[in-house]
């Protein structure tokens, strides 16, 4: 068998992992899918299927015209994600969000690669750097690498990952909340892929019940942290909610417990607004869970309980989980990899997800997505370059190898501030920001994003 017939290794079943396997597939390159699940468990995961999503149900925003995460979903469907698809398939209602059914949409990933007749998966945990008799190799492990994993990837780079710590919000059955106190609405009443204006469950709290709610998280119980864990940083995109109220009273007004854009419908005209409000997403297509949106808490099992059944609406509350928290590691990529993902110094490695510093699900499928394709069109002799800076990919690519500064690293979002600058001006020739310009780069992306996959037409085509 020539090298060019191995099948291509990707290793880890989340959500690099599956999209790098697919865009393989799609490619007419066999490839070997390893998950270590069952056989080895994480801290967070709860099954053995493939993308399981274990801290939010949510794919954040899907407007492509501005909102940065929006573009990626769009350019995402355009290069024919399978995350995507699967994605729009489960959704569920989540105002101006994407937000799927966990079971139903990783039981539609794992069954669209089970199904491909050049897919095999493997339940085995790889335990050391591949070979190169291995063939090419695309490492998708995510922020959960199993120790030994993690450390052969250390010994070769020879630089400490980096390590933060991700927290998980707790999820409550529906039909426990009060209905009599809470309320269907989404801010502004804004619907998105699935929404009707009325996604999102609602808790209001006034001036007084506020202010105790947020003493309540400030002197609640904490898990304590090992002393190799104590100048172990925190992800600013899911800090535990506590975390924020130790930041000033009035973070969390400011923050997940913003009450603008809603009205309590169980309050006269002169005491609609309420002072701030817990808001609750759905969580299953069946809309008999919800997940307290921006509520990730490192409390331990029996505060919780204690401190959120004080929310209004949840005093009798059933929660089907509870929060928790687990340390995630990531690579310093712009230092150990090249601008094609590959590590530098074994080459025939590449790294995909959210092991190499991009944060988020959408965005760890999308690098995913591009690793994919690379080893695929370098298997087949094909050329491909990676998307230019003016789209999401190609912004979030550039960040991770080479753009970001390596001494100061940190996982990062997909936002327009990644993506190559853009002047814009109105009719009268004046510089324009804000929505304005969001909207341009969103237009300018999307277009680039199109051009680049027409030029990679033999990838395209084998596509």
Same mark, same amino acid.
């Given at each position: 068998?020539?090298?060019?017939?191995?099948?291509?290794?990707?290793?880890?079943?989340?959500?690099?992992?599956?999209?790098?396997?697919?865009?393989?597939?799609?490619?007419?390159?066999?490839?070997?899918?390893?998950?270590?699940?069952?056989?080895?468990?994480?801290?967070?995961?709860?099954?053995?299927?493939?993308?399981?999503?274990?801290?939010?149900?949510?794919?954040?925003?899907?407007?492509?015209?501005?909102?940065?995460?929006?573009?990626?979903?769009?350019?995402?469907?355009?290069?024919?994600?399978?995350?995507?698809?699967?994605?729009?398939?489960?959704?569920?209602?989540?105002?101006?969000?994407?937000?799927?059914?966990?079971?139903?949409?990783?039981?539609?990933?794992?069954?669209?690669?089970?199904?491909?007749?050049?897919?095999?998966?493997?339940?085995?945990?790889?335990?050391?750097?591949?070979?190169?008799?291995?063939?090419?190799?695309?490492?998708?492990?995510?922020?959960?690498?199993?120790?030994?994993?993690?450390?052969?990837?250390?010994?070769?780079?020879?630089?400490?990952?980096?390590?933060?710590?991700?927290?998980?919000?707790?999820?409550?059955?529906?039909?426990?909340?009060?209905?009599?106190?809470?309320?269907?609405?989404?801010?502004?009443?804004?619907?998105?892929?699935?929404?009707?204006?009325?996604?999102?469950?609602?808790?209001?709290?006034?001036?007084?019940?506020?202010?105790?709610?947020?003493?309540?998280?400030?002197?609640?119980?904490?898990?304590?942290?090992?002393?190799?864990?104590?100048?172990?940083?925190?992800?600013?995109?899911?800090?535990?909610?506590?975390?924020?109220?130790?930041?000033?009273?009035?973070?969390?007004?400011?923050?997940?417990?913003?009450?603008?854009?809603?009205?309590?419908?169980?309050?006269?005209?002169?005491?609609?607004?309420?002072?701030?409000?817990?808001?609750?997403?759905?969580?299953?297509?069946?809309?008999?869970?919800?997940?307290?949106?921006?509520? %990730?808490?490192?409390? /331990?099992?029996?505060?919780?309980? $204690?401190?959120?059944?004080? #929310?209004? +609406?949840? @005093?009798?509350? &059933?929660?089907?989980?509870?929060?928790?928290?687990?340390?995630?590691?990531?690579?310093?990529?712009?230092?150990?990899?090249?601008? %094609?993902?590959?590590? /530098?110094?074994?080459?025939?490695? $590449?790294?995909?997800?959210? #092991?190499? +510093?991009? @944060?988020?699900? &959408?965005?760890?499928?999308?690098?995913?997505?591009?690793?994919?394709?690379?080893?695929?069109?370098?298997?087949?002799?094909?050329?491909?370059?990676?998307?230019?800076?003016?789209?999401?990919?190609?912004?979030?690519?550039?960040?991770?190898?080479?753009?970001?500064?390596?001494?100061?690293?940190?996982?990062?979002?997909?936002?327009?501030?990644?993506?190559?600058?853009?002047?814009?001006?109105?009719?009268?020739?004046?510089?324009?920001?804000?929505?304005?310009?969001?909207?341009?780069?969103?237009?300018?992306?999307?277009?680039?994003?199109?051009?680049?996959?027409?030029?990679?037409?033999?990838?395209?085509?084998?596509?």
């Amino acid at each position: 068998m020539s090298i060019e017939q191995k099948p291509i290794h990707v290793i880890g079943g989340g959500l690099a992992g599956t999209e790098a396997a697919w865009q393989i597939a799609s490619m007419g390159v066999p490839v070997v899918l390893h998950e270590m699940r069952p056989v080895r468990g994480t801290d967070a995961h709860k099954t053995d299927g493939l993308a399981e999503l274990v801290c939010s149900n949510s794919f954040r925003s899907d407007d492509a015209e501005y909102n940065a995460v929006g573009v990626l979903h769009a350019e995402m469907r355009h290069l024919g994600s399978l995350i995507m698809r699967e994605g729009d398939k489960a959704a569920v209602p989540a105002g101006g969000a994407l937000a799927v059914d966990r079971d139903v949409f990783s039981d539609g990933v794992t069954a669209a690669l089970e199904a491909h007749p050049l897919i095999s998966i493997s339940r085995e945990e790889i335990t050391a750097l591949p070979s190169e008799d291995m063939g090419r190799v695309i490492i998708a492990t995510g922020p959960l690498t199993s120790g030994a994993l993690a450390e052969a990837i250390r010994a070769e780079t020879g630089e400490d990952s980096l390590a933060f710590f991700d927290a998980i919000a707790p999820i409550v059955e529906t039909d426990s909340i009060d209905m009599n106190v809470a309320w269907y609405q989404s801010r502004y009443d804004k619907s998105g892929p699935a929404g009707t204006g009325k996604d999102y469950i609602n808790c209001p709290m006034n001036k007084e019940q506020y202010f105790a709610f947020i003493d309540a998280l400030c002197t609640a119980e904490y898990l304590d942290f090992k002393q190799w864990e104590k100048d172990t940083p925190y992800f600013e995109g899911c800090m535990p909610v506590e975390v924020m109220a130790s930041r000033g009273v009035e973070t969390l007004r400011f923050g997940p417990m913003k009450p603008v854009g809603l009205n309590n419908p169980h309050k006269k005209e002169d005491d609609y607004e309420p002072y701030a409000v817990v808001q609750l997403r759905q969580d299953n297509a069946l809309g008999t869970l919800y997940n307290m949106v921006g509520f %990730q808490t490192k409390m /331990k099992y029996g505060e919780q309980l $204690r401190v959120f059944k004080t #929310i209004p +609406g949840l @005093e009798n509350a &059933v929660f089907a989980r509870l929060g928790g928290l687990h340390r995630n590691t990531f690579i310093n990529s712009p230092l150990v990899l090249d601008g %094609q993902l590959r590590l /530098k110094k074994r080459p025939h490695i $590449r790294f995909a997800g959210q #092991i190499t +510093g991009c @944060e988020g699900y &959408v965005e760890s499928a999308s690098i995913g997505l591009i690793a994919g394709r690379l080893a695929a069109a370098e298997q087949l002799g094909l050329a491909f370059d990676t998307p230019p800076q003016t789209t999401a990919h190609g912004a979030l690519i550039h960040h991770i190898t080479g753009g970001a500064d390596a001494k100061t690293f940190q996982p990062m979002n997909v936002n327009f501030g990644l993506m190559a600058h853009m002047d814009v001006r109105n009719e009268r020739g004046k510089y324009v920001k804000g929505r304005e310009k969001k909207k341009a780069m969103a237009g300018r992306a999307l277009e680039d994003l199109s051009k680049w996959a027409e030029e990679n037409v033999a990838v395209s085509k084998a596509a």
